[in-house]
């Protein structure tokens, strides 16, 4: 209406007026008003002609609280045309009413009544009607507080929210969360028949459309007087989804006052969420953190949503935990301290008698060090700060290595440049004894391990074999099998037993013999080096490096031959034949 009349309104009023002696600007719009018609409306006027400020009167209204197109109804109103109010105008009007005075003491047809009327009748009994009068108010907050507009407001939502709180939005679902918090959320609420004379309208405005300086008290205030938090938590979630997180793309070609804006908008939405568990996603709460790292939020900020994630970690996916270390700026490496901080939170609040969370999470950090291993850009000194992380997660699952192999074989591959010494450094965090028979078989084949891990995994694999041989003499149970004679029973203790004595000194031997097996292959592979070139290939008829080493460790096929002997052929000190031993 402002922009399409706002030319002609100036013309209208001095047709309308008989004698147009005052002048007002509103936004760049002129009226001419009738300085006698204004002054049995408004108190103000009357006492500013009353003070002979006649010739300033317009200086002294030039600071009115008003825009062109409300004006407009109050310079009719004064000259007695029917007030057209709606939701969108009648906080406008009610400031500029007050701002000149159109009170009941002055004048029985006032504006200030008439707008108040229509405000608690057609706009407070009303969901809708109440959020879109809030928004229209943040163009008038400083009068609209003053006036209490705005309380009145936030007790209408209140109230509203506490008889209905689905108002709010539907909660959010945590199939994985086993607490009772979320008890009934999904159960279609519905208020009553009584109450729904207070509840007008189903699909209600989202309390999410206001803007921070007027969402930020109204959940605080809701948050106070018992609003259900998981109803406040999806508004919440429903809050920084429109003002976070599509503004937040693009940032390096961000102005300073919007980064400013957001990080605020940021650090307000984590003070605002509850700390309960199984009330918001694990995946919400990851983005935000790293919204929170990209715009340099608060420590106190990322702390909380840190907190909140290592409550429910056995929730979240391996994408959630690639966190930048420097924000979206700097995506090639990750903030290895703050998972670790997480995982911790998680430990130390970690209460429940299974340990199916504590095998989930472990699980979650083995996948992840699988999945960034194949980074070319991931420093060593990363992915082992990671794999420790990884073997601590897993300590009390009894948990077996082979994600932790799959993982250092990942690398390898990827980071082929690494020197004998350096994969050496990355395979330390391997315990050779915790893989199973198929890791042991898969690693003994593997010409990207160090030649010192082989020598470990083969010597691993035999223990196992020997302990196998040895479990099959006892039943599941653990006990040994009775035999009818106590003396046959004796006799297969006692050679059990020789047996164990046996390994272990047979373990003795072999730990003497991997030093004195990595030296001679040191040398063999020196001296191989030395006759063939860098770039060695395997041909026809000739015997390879790597089965050459074999050989020479007296196991030339696969893992299950790890005992056989090497046969060395000897001469006949007469005939010159040779012989086998």
């Given at each position: 209406?402002?922009?399409?009349?706002s030319r002609?309104?100036?013309?209208?009023?001095?047709k309308?007026?008989?004698?147009?002696?005052?002048?007002l600007c509103?936004?760049?719009?002129?009226?001419?008003?009738?300085?006698?018609?204004?002054?049995?409306k408004?108190?103000?006027?009357?006492?500013?002609?009353k003070?002979?400020?006649h010739?300033n009167?317009?200086?002294f209204?030039?600071?009115?609280?008003?825009?062109?197109?409300?004006f407009?109804?109050?310079?009719?109103?004064?000259?007695?045309?029917?007030?057209?109010?709606?939701?969108?105008?009648v906080?406008?009007?009610?400031?500029?009413?007050?701002?000149?005075?159109m009170t009941e003491?002055?004048?029985?047809?006032?504006?200030?009544?008439k707008?108040?009327?229509?405000?608690?009748?057609?706009v407070?009994?009303?969901?809708?009607?109440t959020?879109?009068?809030?928004?229209?108010?943040?163009?008038?907050?400083?009068?609209?507080?003053?006036?209490?507009?705005?309380?009145a407001?936030f007790?209408?939502?209140?109230?509203?929210?506490l008889?209905?709180?689905?108002?709010?939005?539907?909660?959010?679902?945590n199939?994985?969360?086993?607490?009772?918090?979320?008890?009934?959320?999904d159960?279609?609420?519905?208020?009553?028949?009584?109450?729904r004379?207070?509840?007008l309208?189903?699909?209600?405005?989202?309390?999410?459309?206001?803007?921070?300086?007027?969402?930020e008290?109204?959940?605080?205030?809701?948050k106070?007087?018992?609003?259900?938090?998981?109803?406040?938590?999806?508004?919440?979630?429903?809050?920084?989804?429109?003002?976070?997180?599509?503004?937040?793309?693009?940032?390096?070609?961000m102005?300073?006052?919007k980064?400013?804006?957001?990080r605020?908008?940021i650090?307000?939405?984590?003070k605002?969420?509850?700390?309960?568990?199984?009330?918001?996603?694990?995946t919400?709460?990851f983005?935000?953190?790293?919204?929170?790292?990209?715009?340099?939020a608060?420590?106190?900020?990322?702390?909380?949503?840190?907190?909140?994630i290592?409550?429910?970690?056995e929730?979240?996916?391996?994408?959630?935990?690639?966190i930048?270390?420097?924000?979206y700026?700097?995506?090639?490496?990750?903030?290895?301290e703050?998972?670790?901080?997480?995982?911790?939170?998680?430990y130390s609040r970690?209460?429940?008698?299974?340990?199916?969370?504590?095998i989930?999470?472990?699980?979650?950090?083995?996948?992840?060090?699988?999945?960034v291993?194949?980074?070319?850009d991931?420093?060593?000194d990363?992915?082992?700060?990671?794999?420790?992380?990884?073997?601590?997660?897993?300590?009390?699952?009894?948990?077996?290595?082979?994600?932790?192999?799959?993982?250092?074989?990942?690398y390898?591959?990827?980071h082929?440049?690494?020197?004998?010494?350096?994969?050496e450094e990355?395979?330390?965090?391997?315990?050779?004894h915790?893989?199973?028979?198929?890791?042991?078989?898969?690693?003994s084949?593997?010409?990207?391990?160090?030649?010192?891990?082989?020598?470990?995994?083969l010597?691993?694999?035999?223990?196992?074999?020997?302990?196998?041989?040895?479990?099959?003499?006892?039943?599941p149970?653990?006990?040994?099998?009775?035999?009818?004679?106590?003396?046959?029973?004796a006799e297969?203790?006692?050679?059990?037993?020789?047996?164990e004595?046996?390994?272990?000194n047979?373990?003795?031997?072999?730990?003497n013999?991997?030093?004195?097996?990595?030296?001679?292959c040191?040398i063999?592979?020196?001296?191989?080096?030395h006759?063939?070139s860098l770039?060695?290939?395997?041909?026809?008829?000739?015997?390879?490096?790597?089965r050459?080493?074999?050989?020479?460790?007296g196991c030339?096929?696969?893992?299950?031959?790890?005992?056989c002997?090497?046969?060395?052929?000897?001469v006949?000190?007469?005939?010159?034949?040779?012989?086998?031993?």
């Amino acid at each position: 209406m402002a922009n399409k009349g706002s030319r002609d309104v100036s013309t209208w009023l001095a047709k309308s007026s008989s004698s147009s002696d005052l002048q007002l600007c509103v936004q760049g719009v002129p009226f001419n008003l009738d300085i006698g018609l204004l002054a049995t409306k408004s108190a103000k006027v009357t006492a500013l002609l009353k003070e002979n400020l006649h010739e300033n009167l317009s200086y002294f209204l030039q600071d009115i609280p008003s825009d062109a197109e409300t004006f407009e109804l109050v310079a009719r109103f004064c000259y007695g045309y029917e007030l057209q109010m709606s939701t969108e105008n009648v906080i406008p009007l009610t400031c500029v009413a007050h701002y000149l005075g159109m009170t009941e003491s002055h004048s029985s047809n006032n504006m200030l009544r008439k707008a108040l009327t229509f405000f608690d009748q057609k706009v407070l009994p009303n969901w809708n009607e109440t959020i879109k009068a809030l928004r229209v108010a943040e163009n008038f907050l400083q009068q609209a507080v003053h006036l209490g507009i705005i309380d009145a407001c936030f007790e209408s939502l209140i109230a509203k929210a506490l008889i209905d709180p689905h108002l709010l939005g539907a909660p959010v679902r945590n199939p994985t969360c086993d607490d009772d918090s979320d008890k009934n959320v999904d159960d279609g609420y519905r208020p009553i028949a009584r109450r729904r004379l207070f509840v007008l309208d189903w699909q209600s405005e989202d309390l999410a459309t206001l803007s921070l300086k007027l969402y930020e008290p109204i959940i605080h205030s809701m948050k106070q007087r018992g609003v259900p938090l998981e109803y406040l938590a999806a508004s919440i979630c429903q809050y920084a989804k429109r003002w976070i997180f599509p503004s937040a793309h693009g940032n390096e070609n961000m102005s300073v006052h919007k980064r400013k804006s957001l990080r605020d908008v940021i650090e307000a939405v984590e003070k605002l969420l509850p700390n309960d568990r199984g009330l918001l996603q694990c995946t919400f709460l990851f983005e935000m953190l790293r919204y929170a790292i990209a715009f340099e939020a608060s420590s106190d900020c990322r702390t909380g949503f840190e907190i909140r994630i290592g409550k429910q970690l056995e929730e979240a996916t391996v994408k959630d935990l690639l966190i930048p270390s420097q924000g979206y700026a700097k995506e090639e490496q990750y903030d290895i301290e703050c998972l670790r901080r997480i995982l911790k939170y998680y430990y130390s609040r970690y209460s429940s008698s299974h340990i199916s969370g504590l095998i989930t999470v472990a699980d979650l950090v083995e996948e992840f060090l699988e999945e960034v291993a194949s980074d070319i850009d991931l420093k060593m000194d990363t992915f082992l700060s990671i794999a420790e992380m990884s073997i601590s997660a897993s300590s009390g699952t009894q948990r077996n290595s082979d994600g932790l192999y799959r993982a250092i074989d990942i690398y390898l591959d990827k980071h082929g440049y690494l020197t004998e010494l350096e994969k050496e450094e990355v395979c330390r965090v391997l315990d050779c004894h915790k893989m199973s028979p198929e890791a042991c078989e898969h690693a003994s084949k593997n010409e990207r391990l160090p030649l010192r891990v082989v020598v470990q995994v083969l010597f691993v694999a035999q223990l196992q074999l020997r302990d196998t041989i040895t479990k099959e003499m006892q039943i599941p149970d653990g006990k040994l099998i009775k035999e009818e004679d106590d003396h046959q029973e004796a006799e297969n203790e006692a050679k059990v037993s020789c047996d164990e004595e046996e390994v272990m000194n047979e373990i003795k031997i072999m730990n003497n013999k991997v030093i004195e097996l990595e030296r001679e292959c040191f040398i063999m592979k020196k001296e191989i080096e030395h006759s063939c070139s860098l770039n060695y290939k395997v041909k026809r008829g000739k015997i390879s490096l790597w089965r050459e080493m074999k050989r020479k460790f007296g196991c030339v096929t696969t893992i299950h031959d790890c005992n056989c002997q090497v046969k060395k052929k000897k001469v006949h000190p007469r005939s010159g034949k040779s012989l086998v031993d």
